[in-house]
């Protein structure tokens, strides 16, 4: 496992569930193009990128350079950094035929190719600095914030006092939390 110090945005979920494979990391999925008309989720990734700093890693086609152009337009700056993976042309096995312009995404590269766009981008750590305090679970479950029958309503009122999105579950928050805050001042804050 490898440590990045700033937070990775990705195209969908299957780039996501690669990358937490790979990296010890927050990775944001910006749901495809769903970022073009969430607000709220440029908002979290403008808090991400001033407090963490953010690598954009998206597939190297049409749709993703759209993407990282975009994020690039709405977020500029040196706290945002650029990773891209090669050409690479095939399909993803869980697909019935390839893409449109026939190229492997983030989700199909081999993993030595993303590790390696990270290391070209100047963001991977070879190996896992001190650790540092992250909340668990189980913190989520002691503050009230997951499984308890008020669980949903306190996460929402955190999302709004936070100004976070408001649809993030449980994980997502928990993830979002440990990017941008310690266990110390999140109990300080509820």
């Given amino acids: 496992m490898y440590n990045v110090s700033q937070a990775i945005v990705v195209e969908g979920k299957y780039d996501k569930i690669k990358l937490d494979q790979l990296v010890d990391a927050p990775i944001i ?3 495809g193009f769903g970022i073009f008309r969430d607000r709220e989720l ?3 990734l403008r808090r991400l990128a001033e407090k963490r700093g953010l690598v954009v890693l ?3 086609d049409a749709a993703g350079f759209r993407i990282r152009n975009y994020i690039k337009s709405a977020i500029p700056g040196e706290s945002v950094i ?3 993976i090669p050409d690479i042309y095939g399909k993803e096995r869980r697909k019935a035929a390839p ?5 492997l995404g983030v989700e199909g590269v081999p993993a030595e190719c993303i590790i390696e ?3 070209r981008a100047g963001v991977l750590a ?10 668990t679970k189980a913190d989520m479950y002691e503050l009230g914030l997951s499984g308890g029958p008020e669980s949903a309503s306190r ?3 955190l999302c709004k006092r936070l100004a976070l999105p408001q649809r993030l579950s449980a994980n997502a928050l928990l993830e979002v939390l440990n990017a941008l805050m310690t266990p110390e001042e999140l109990k300080t804050l509820l």
């Fill in 99 to 103: 893409g449109k312009e026939g190229k």
């Fill in 29 to 31: 999925s910006t749901d």
């Fill in 82 to 84: 650029h990773a891209y």
């Fill in 117 to 119: 766009a990270l290391r």
């Fill in 58 to 60: 998206t597939d190297p």
């Fill in 126 to 135: 070879e190996t896992a600095d001190a650790p540092h305090q992250r909340l």
């Fill in 42 to 44: 440029l908002a979290l």
């Fill in 155 to 157: 996460r929402r009122e």
